[in-house]
């Protein structure tokens, strides 16, 4: 693994330049230019993101971004793609858990903003067409941490060093501090959540006990850090032992940003 490229420029005017029925993940530019303003409010007023590295996400071409994950609900990726789109004026893709399919109204809603079911298939597809991807490592094991653990990121799964090379992209490590205290979780409801078909539902001190009332995110304060580009060489051979070690790689590097952002907060609600 080694260094990657550079990008740079300052915040440019937001453009949603997608035509319709052009993409074949079913991304609507309507929908998009609808919720927008819902976003922004959450990234500039709610949560009061502070984003910095935004140079080194590339001004063009594909990338894959790998991010903590973080919050029972993924408003990460939200804040994510809203951070990108604010910052480099770009589309950020996002990849989803198959069991979202389950429910239908969240996937179609999914798939109109910039989603696509995870799969090689789909990540590949999108990175061909020049696209950046948004990847959470952790998977459903990032999500599902409770209050005591937060911020120690899980294992990553090393399908993105494989899709990587394939693709012949860099990759860009992302760090997020802030979502993991929006729902402190403090439990897992297992059983319930497999009646609904999703893996979990989180139980935390306001949920359920408040009703929907304990479903609002808690107003803490969030830093979002894009770091260097990462590239692999394939030079490096690519057995599994070696896509293990560079998953692990690229999440100690993560791990470090967000214990550096940790460190630069000065209190879960403040900055």
């Known amino acids: 693994m080694r260094g990657g490229g550079k990008g740079g420029g300052t915040a440019p005017a937001v453009t949603l330049d997608i035509e319709p029925g052009e993409d074949p993940f079913g991304i609507e530019p309507a929908m998009r230019q609808l919720v927008l303003p819902a976003v922004r409010f959450l990234h500039d007023r709610y949560w009061r993101v502070e984003v910095s590295g935004a140079h080194h996400l590339p001004a063009s071409g594909p990338a894959l971004l790998l991010a903590n994950h973080s919050g029972a609900i993924p408003f ?79 294992q990553f799964s090393s399908g993105f060093v494989r899709l990587a090379l394939a693709a012949d992209v860099p990759v860009v490590p992302v760090a997020v501090v802030g979502a993991e205290e929006i729902y402190p979780v403090v439990g897992r409801a297992e059983s319930v959540g497999r009646l609904l078909g999703v893996p979990y539902v989180p139980l935390t001190p306001f949920f359920p006990l408040l009703g929907l009332l304990g479903t609002i995110p808690l107003p803490t304060k969030w830093f979002i850090r894009f770091g260097k580009p990462l590239r692999f060489s394939p030079a490096e051979g690519d057995g599994r032992s070696r896509m293990r070690a560079e998953a692990a790689q690229v999440r100690r590097k993560v791990q470090a940003m967000v214990n550096r952002l940790r460190r630069r907060r000065q209190s879960i609600f403040f900055g």
């Open 76 to 154: 990460d990726g939200a804040m994510i793609v809203t951070a990108v789109e604010l910052q480099r004026a770009r589309t950020l893709r996002f990849l989803y858990d198959r069991f979202v399919e389950n429910m239908g109204p969240v996937a179609a809603f999914y798939r109109k903003v910039g989603g696509a079911v995870a799969s090689r298939e789909n990540a590949l597809a999108l990175l061909q067409a020049g696209e950046l991807v948004l990847l959470f490592p952790e998977g459903v094991p990032g999500v599902a941490k409770t209050f005591a653990d937060r911020y120690r990121l899980r």
